[in-house]
Protein backbone atom coordinates (compact mmCIF):
# COMPACT_ATOMS: atom_id res chain seq x y z
CA UNK A 1 0.00 0.00 0.00
CA UNK A 2 1.76 3.36 -1.11
CA UNK A 3 1.37 5.94 1.50
CA UNK A 4 2.27 9.20 -0.12
CA UNK A 5 4.89 9.38 -2.87
CA UNK A 6 7.31 11.51 -1.21
CA UNK A 7 7.21 9.60 2.19
CA UNK A 8 7.52 6.29 0.27
CA UNK A 9 10.66 7.52 -1.32
CA UNK A 10 12.11 9.23 2.21
CA UNK A 11 12.13 5.92 3.29
CA UNK A 12 12.74 3.72 0.66
CA UNK A 13 16.03 5.92 1.32
CA UNK A 14 17.03 5.17 4.58
CA UNK A 15 16.50 1.89 4.02
CA UNK A 16 18.57 2.08 1.08
CA UNK A 17 21.29 3.42 3.17
CA UNK A 18 21.25 0.78 5.71
CA UNK A 19 21.78 -1.20 3.04
CA UNK A 20 24.87 0.44 1.72
CA UNK A 21 26.31 0.45 5.65
CA UNK A 22 25.68 -3.18 5.73
CA UNK A 23 27.26 -4.25 2.26
CA UNK A 24 30.13 -2.15 3.10
CA UNK A 25 30.37 -3.94 6.40
CA UNK A 26 30.44 -7.32 4.92
CA UNK A 27 33.36 -5.76 2.92
CA UNK A 28 35.50 -4.89 6.24
CA UNK A 29 34.53 -9.06 7.80
CA UNK A 30 36.89 -9.64 4.80
CA UNK A 31 39.25 -7.11 5.84
CA UNK A 32 38.92 -8.65 9.41
CA UNK A 33 39.82 -11.57 8.73
CA UNK A 34 42.87 -10.90 6.55
CA UNK A 35 44.60 -8.49 9.06
CA UNK A 36 43.93 -11.87 12.19
CA UNK A 37 45.15 -13.79 9.41
CA UNK A 38 48.55 -11.99 8.66
CA UNK A 39 49.01 -11.18 12.63
CA UNK A 40 48.57 -15.31 13.65
CA UNK A 41 51.33 -15.91 10.91
CA UNK A 42 53.25 -13.08 11.91
CA UNK A 43 53.23 -13.96 14.80
CA UNK A 44 53.24 -18.01 15.57
CA UNK A 45 55.11 -18.17 12.16
CA UNK A 46 57.66 -16.07 12.22
CA UNK A 47 57.10 -15.08 15.67
CA UNK A 48 57.35 -11.62 14.72
CA UNK A 49 53.97 -10.17 16.04
CA UNK A 50 52.36 -6.65 14.41
CA UNK A 51 52.07 -3.65 16.48
CA UNK A 52 48.39 -2.81 14.52
CA UNK A 53 46.43 -6.13 14.91
CA UNK A 54 44.85 -5.44 18.34
CA UNK A 55 43.89 -1.60 17.24
CA UNK A 56 43.04 -2.55 13.85
CA UNK A 57 40.44 -5.41 14.97
CA UNK A 58 38.75 -3.48 17.72
CA UNK A 59 38.25 -1.17 15.26
CA UNK A 60 36.78 -2.67 12.71
CA UNK A 61 34.89 -5.23 14.53
CA UNK A 62 33.02 -1.86 16.17
CA UNK A 63 32.65 -0.34 12.84
CA UNK A 64 31.08 -4.00 11.60
CA UNK A 65 28.78 -3.86 14.69
CA UNK A 66 27.46 -0.30 14.74
CA UNK A 67 27.44 -0.45 10.86
CA UNK A 68 25.34 -3.17 10.46
CA UNK A 69 23.02 -1.82 13.00
CA UNK A 70 20.47 -0.06 10.73
CA UNK A 71 20.05 -2.75 8.50
CA UNK A 72 19.32 -5.13 11.83
CA UNK A 73 16.67 -2.78 12.48
CA UNK A 74 15.21 -2.75 9.35
CA UNK A 75 15.55 -6.34 9.07
CA UNK A 76 13.93 -6.74 12.42
CA UNK A 77 16.58 -8.86 13.76
CA UNK A 78 17.43 -6.48 16.91
CA UNK A 79 16.84 -8.65 20.20
CA UNK A 80 13.11 -7.54 21.47
CA UNK A 81 11.36 -9.17 24.12
CA UNK A 82 7.95 -8.96 23.67
CA UNK A 83 5.72 -11.78 24.92
CA UNK A 84 3.15 -9.33 26.18
CA UNK A 85 2.84 -7.11 23.33
CA UNK A 86 2.71 -9.73 20.93
CA UNK A 87 -0.58 -11.01 21.97
CA UNK A 88 -2.26 -7.33 21.56
CA UNK A 89 -3.80 -6.65 18.42
CA UNK A 90 -1.33 -5.30 15.88
CA UNK A 91 -2.66 -1.39 16.18
CA UNK A 92 -1.91 -1.73 20.02
CA UNK A 93 1.31 -3.16 19.12
CA UNK A 94 2.14 0.16 16.83
CA UNK A 95 0.98 2.61 19.59
CA UNK A 96 3.62 1.08 22.00
CA UNK A 97 6.53 0.80 19.55
CA UNK A 98 5.83 4.76 18.66
CA UNK A 99 5.49 5.37 21.91
CA UNK A 100 8.89 3.43 22.79
CA UNK A 101 10.56 5.31 19.67
CA UNK A 102 9.39 8.79 20.58
CA UNK A 103 9.53 9.12 23.74
CA UNK A 104 12.82 6.73 24.94
CA UNK A 105 14.69 5.46 21.67
CA UNK A 106 15.12 8.33 19.40
CA UNK A 107 15.88 11.05 21.98
CA UNK A 108 18.57 8.79 23.34
CA UNK A 109 19.80 7.68 19.88
CA UNK A 110 20.09 11.25 19.25
CA UNK A 111 22.55 12.70 21.97
CA UNK A 112 24.78 9.44 21.51
CA UNK A 113 24.81 10.60 18.09
CA UNK A 114 25.46 14.08 18.75
CA UNK A 115 28.38 12.94 21.02
CA UNK A 116 29.83 10.50 18.24
CA UNK A 117 29.58 13.26 15.61
CA UNK A 118 31.82 15.33 18.35
CA UNK A 119 34.20 13.45 18.93
CA UNK A 120 34.59 12.65 15.86
CA UNK A 121 35.60 16.29 14.53
CA UNK A 122 37.23 16.62 18.02
CA UNK A 123 39.60 13.81 17.15
CA UNK A 124 39.85 14.90 13.52
CA UNK A 125 40.77 19.16 14.40
CA UNK A 126 42.86 17.87 16.78
CA UNK A 127 45.07 14.49 15.75
CA UNK A 128 44.31 12.49 18.15
CA UNK A 129 45.81 9.13 18.34
CA UNK A 130 44.87 6.38 20.47
CA UNK A 131 47.04 7.16 23.32
CA UNK A 132 47.19 2.87 24.91
CA UNK A 133 48.41 1.69 22.36
CA UNK A 134 52.00 1.26 21.19
CA UNK A 135 50.96 1.75 17.57
CA UNK A 136 49.21 5.27 18.04
CA UNK A 137 46.98 5.22 14.81
CA UNK A 138 45.02 8.19 14.48
CA UNK A 139 41.48 7.81 16.05
CA UNK A 140 39.33 10.12 13.77
CA UNK A 141 38.56 7.47 11.25
CA UNK A 142 37.23 5.34 13.48
CA UNK A 143 35.49 7.56 15.27
CA UNK A 144 33.94 8.73 11.82
CA UNK A 145 32.74 5.35 11.14
CA UNK A 146 30.76 5.29 14.60
CA UNK A 147 29.43 8.18 14.31
CA UNK A 148 28.02 7.16 10.32
CA UNK A 149 26.39 4.05 12.04
CA UNK A 150 25.23 6.00 14.73
CA UNK A 151 23.45 8.51 12.41
CA UNK A 152 22.05 5.50 10.52
CA UNK A 153 20.60 3.49 13.09
CA UNK A 154 18.91 6.98 13.95
CA UNK A 155 17.84 7.66 10.51
CA UNK A 156 16.62 3.99 10.21
CA UNK A 157 14.87 4.51 13.97
CA UNK A 158 13.17 7.40 12.44
CA UNK A 159 12.03 5.43 9.65
CA UNK A 160 10.44 2.72 11.86
CA UNK A 161 9.18 5.24 13.69
CA UNK A 162 7.27 6.53 11.24
CA UNK A 163 6.20 3.48 9.75
CA UNK A 164 4.45 2.40 13.44
CA UNK A 165 2.73 5.67 13.25
CA UNK A 166 1.32 4.71 9.87
CA UNK A 167 0.52 1.02 11.44
CA UNK A 168 -1.81 3.07 13.69
CA UNK A 169 -3.86 4.01 10.92
CA UNK A 170 -3.50 1.59 8.65
CA UNK A 171 -2.52 -1.72 11.15
CA UNK A 172 -1.25 -4.02 8.35
CA UNK A 173 0.75 -1.59 6.32
CA UNK A 174 3.78 -2.29 8.64
CA UNK A 175 4.46 -5.48 7.72
CA UNK A 176 4.06 -5.20 3.80
CA UNK A 177 6.16 -2.02 4.22
CA UNK A 178 8.88 -3.60 6.37
CA UNK A 179 9.09 -7.10 3.95
CA UNK A 180 9.44 -4.83 0.97
CA UNK A 181 11.94 -2.08 1.75
CA UNK A 182 12.51 -1.55 -1.77
CA UNK A 183 8.55 -1.23 -3.08
CA UNK A 184 9.34 -3.58 -5.81
Known sequence: ???????????????????????LTMVMVVALVGAMLYEVVARRIFDSPTLWAFDLSYMINGTIFLGAAGFALLQNQHIRIDFLSARMPLRVQHIFNL????????????????????DAYEAFVTGQVERVSPWAPIIWPYYTAIAIGLSVL???????????????IHPTTLALIASDPDGA
Open 154 to 168: FLQSCAQAIRHLIGI
Open 99 to 118: VFYVLLFLPVMYIICDAAVG
Open 1 to 23: MKIHPGLDRLLALVDRLSKVLAN
